[in-house]
């Protein structure tokens, strides 16, 4: 599949902001406002801001509503989803996603929007992983710094330490993933992204390790691990375990899982649930550099 691209941000263009999730109040929302603003760009906030449906923005119907409203709309360049959490999944049938199609647009976010990048790349667009408005005042100004810079100029480049010592090597795929309890819930879905030659970008929080496992069990037997060509792994954050421990750390059991396979594991990516999460390109091609000493990421 060729992937179309989705225009860079301009001066004047109109970023829209909603909530298919967890509630966000427009009050939390105003430091990423103020920035985007900031920088030349106009920003409306949906009908889902400011609504509460126990833990929700609004119900299912408005928040379908809010997010066709702004996949339709023309002048809309970019829609920065405020948060994640849970709900996605309730409205990812109801949404018209075919309309990106006539009128392309950024899709913006992480963690439960997973569900969405994954839709949108079997649509052949791009979507970018990163940060959310909600926690805009939580992440460091070189964070807030780069997310603005890719709005404008979505290029990525990223280098990590090759402290594995994987051998030096060339290689290129389409990023597909995100969190990995929510690509898991897709598995035997057609939303789930396609494998073949592509590079799996995984980050995980605040998940057993026995469960991590398992999701990677579930992954490798649905033959999902055997069609990559690189795994990236960002955020392994807040992992939990038992009073009798598991055994292994949420590395150790990506090493086991992996190990019949000859592709690289590339580990300690910024992006995901981590303080400096840095934008991915969902969808895009990921070129890999792998030297002696390091290892260079680039979309």
């Known amino acids: 599949m060729s992937y179309k691209p989705v225009n860079y941000l301009e001066k004047g263009d109109l970023v829209y902001i909603l909530c298919t999730a967890r509630s966000a109040q427009k009050d939390s929302l105003q430091p990423a406002i103020k920035a985007l603003e900031q920088q030349g760009l106009s920003v409306i906030c949906g009908d889902t801001i400011g609504k509460i449906e126990h833990q929700q923005g609004g119900s299912i119907q408005q928040r379908v509503n809010d997010f066709n409203n702004a996949l339709s709309n023309p002048d809309v360049k970019a829609i920065w989803i405020a948060r994640g959490g849970y709900g996605t999944i309730q409205i990812l049938d109801l949404i018209d996603f075919d309309v990106l199609l006539k009128y392309p647009k950024w899709i913006i976010g992480y963690s439960d929007i997973t569900l969405i990048h994954s839709k949108i790349i079997n649509l052949g667009l791009e979507s970018i992983h990163t940060l959310m408005p909600m926690e805009w005042t939580n992440k460091s100004p070189a964070n807030q710094s780069s997310f603005i810079e890719v709005l404008f100029n979505p290029v990525v480049k990223m280098m990590v330490p090759n402290d594995k010592g994987i051998k030096p090597q060339e290689i290129q795929g389409t990023l597909i993933g995100g969190n990995l309890s929510i690509l898991y819930s897709l598995l035997g879905s057609d939303d789930f992204p396609k494998t073949h030659n592509s590079i799996l970008f995984i980050e995980e929080i605040d998940e057993y390790l026995y469960h991590f496992e398992r999701m990677l069990y579930s992954l490798h037997r649905a033959g999902v691990l055997s069609q990559l060509k690189a795994i990236v792994v960002g ?65």
Do not use: C, W
């Not at 955020?235 to 939990?240: E, F, P, R």
């Not at 059991?253 to 580990?267: D, G, H, K, L, M």
């Not at 400096?276 to 002696?292: C, D, K, P, T």
């Open 235 to 299: 955020g392994l954050t807040s992992m939990n375990d038992h009073d009798i421990p598991f055994g292994k750390t949420a590395i150790q059991i990506i090493e086991e899982r992996t190990a019949q396979y000859s592709y690289p594991v590339i580990y300690n990516i910024p992006a995901g649930h981590v303080e400096n999460n840095q934008s991915l390109i969902m969808g895009r091609i990921m070129n890999i550099s792998i030297e002696e000493s390091r290892i260079t990421l680039t979309q």
